[in-house]
């Protein structure tokens, strides 16, 4: 027997299979920070995957990427750390946050501050990404405002560079690029987020085969997608084909409208590694 769990993410949609173990192994007691690096590198792809659902769930295309960074003076006021540049995103978000209530303005952010270069792993000069909502920002003369305000002096610690998200499907690149940023350190939180998060559709299912889940015709394979039955993955990612509402089914408009925003796939996926 097996488990097949599917998450819904966005446009996004996982699948995961997993076999079912009736009598699942003690777990031993758990020791924070002794992790092995099997686990660790485990622990980075599922905030990779955890991200990228939350983002694809909660954010659209015109909402920001801010890295704030600091100037000398801005990185002896943190201290000079890691911890220090992160406690400064957060009370920056505060800063943006109340200005938005102000205005009646919902806001959603995430929170993942660096140290690292993501692609040599080299140490780097401390500094926080945030993606936020963009409403109440606007730009002018090449410049970044809230109201009347210029988002530097907003941060007051050095200069904020920002960018909209595009109109992506999937946000999976962007996760995957602000977590490899994080920190190496076992247990750590790769990234933070606001509390009003919409979450991803869940549900499982059992079947009986072990067969390899495989992506449907016509839709669009993402990064994430693997199968190998030595390490027990057995997992897709994927955009499903976009239906015609105007096509009938069973000679019936309404069914057919029914039927748009279903992609037609059971399944799902397992707990991540």
């Keep these: 027997m097996y488990m ?3 998450i819904v993410s966005g446009n996004v949609v996982e699948r995961r299979k997993t076999r079912i173990v009736r009598q699942p192994a003690k777990r031993g007691s758990r020791v924070r920070g002794n992790s092995s690096e099997r686990k660790i590198v485990g622990n980075r792809e599922y905030a990779k995957l955890a991200l990228a659902r939350t983002i694809n769930c909660n954010m659209t295309p015109g909402d920001l990427w801010l890295t704030a960074k ?12 890691f911890e220090g540049a992160r406690k400064a ?16 303005l919902v806001c959603k952010w995430f929170l993942a501050a660096s140290e690292i270069d993501g692609e040599t792993g080299e140490l780097v000069r401390p500094h926080v990404h945030i993606i936020i909502t963009g409403e109440g920002f606007e730009i002018r003369e090449k410049q970044l405002y809230f109201g009347a305000e210029l988002v530097d002096d907003i941060w007051g610690l050095g200069t904020v560079d920002w960018q909209p998200l595009r109109h992506q499907q999937d ?19 790769k990234w933070t987020c606001s509390r009003n998060m919409s979450k991803p559709k869940v549900s499982r299912e059992i079947v009986t085969s072990g067969g390899q889940l495989r992506v449907p015709a016509g839709a669009v394979e993402l990064p994430g997608t693997r199968y190998d039955p030595e390490k027990g993955q057995n997992f897709v990612r994927y955009i499903p084909k976009t239906r015609d509402p105007r096509r009938k089914v069973g000679g019936h408009k309404e069914m057919a409208l029914a039927m748009a925003d279903k992609d037609g796939e059971g399944g799902g996926w397992n707990e991540l590694p």
């Design 171 to 189: 946000y999976y690149p962007l996760a995957a690029y602000l977590v490899n940023q994080a920190r190496g350190v076992a247990d750590e939180k």
């Design 4 to 6: 097949v769990t599917k």
């Design 89 to 104: 995103g957060r009370k920056f978000i505060d800063r943006l946050v109340y200005r938005m209530r102000k205005l009646g």
């Design 70 to 81: 600091f100037d000398a003076a801005g990185l002896e006021t943190v201290g000079g750390t």
